[in-house]
Structures are given as C-alpha cells and as structure tokens.
C-alpha cells in the first residue's frame, strides 16, 4: 500500500525559512514523480513543484523560482522541499502528491496518491 508522509510544518515569521518532507513507501520508485501542491484557505489547490524521482529532474511553479528547492534522498525514499523567505500569502496546508506513470507534471489530478498534508503559518 502506498503512504506519503509529510512533515515539517510549523509557525514562521515573514522572511524565515522551513524544509517540508514527504517520507514515500509502499512500492518501486522506478517512473515515480512526487509533486508539492498547497492549498490556502478558500482556494484551490496550487501547483508548487515536482521532482522526477530516477533522474532527479525538477519543474518549479514560477511563483516559487528562486525561493525554493527541492531534493531527494534514494536511501530514505524521502523527498525534501526547503522554503525560504517566506511570506504570509503562502500560509497553506502543503500536500505531496505521488504518481508512479512518471507523466504527472503540474495538475494534481495527475497525482494519484496523497499524503495527509501539513500545516504551514508564516506571521506578518
């Protein structure tokens, strides 16, 4: 069975930074993609990024260019979103999302499993 795991929310004052996880298990990681979406309050959810897991290639929203990254870590099966100057617009819950076609890119329809989400609050 699949599960994603994410962590790492929390409180963050404007300009601070927080590293999101999403801990993957329950199959091969071959032809496995991971997307970050967030979701605000009253709005959709919004496409953040997403990594290719074999060979490590990367697509970012254009919103979030510069201001984060993204990393995978094969022995852990975990993949890493680290944020940085952080601003009270993108307080949301932040979803990772897994497809294992290696086609899901930036709609999370394409995402056929979801963690649980975490809570990200960044105060003015």
């Known amino acids: 069975q699949v599960r994603l795991v994410e962590s790492g929310g929390g409180l963050v004052q404007t300009g601070g930074s927080l590293r999101l996880s999403c801990a993957a298990s329950g199959r091969t990681f071959r032809n496995f993609v991971l997307g970050w979406f967030r979701q605000a309050p009253g709005k959709e959810r919004d496409f953040v990024e997403r990594i290719r897991w074999s060979r490590g290639t990367s697509y970012y929203a254009d919103s979030v260019v510069g201001l984060v990254t993204i990393s995978n870590h094969h022995a852990k099966n975990t993949v890493y979103l680290q944020m940085n100057t952080l601003k009270p617009e993108e307080t949301a819950i932040y979803y990772c999302?897994?497809?294992?076609?290696?086609?899901?890119?930036?709609?999370?329809?394409?995402?056929?499993?979801w963690g649980q989400g975490t809570q990200v609050t960044v105060s003015s």
């Open positions: 999302g897994g497809d294992f076609t290696n086609r899901a890119d930036v709609r999370d329809e394409d995402y056929d499993y």
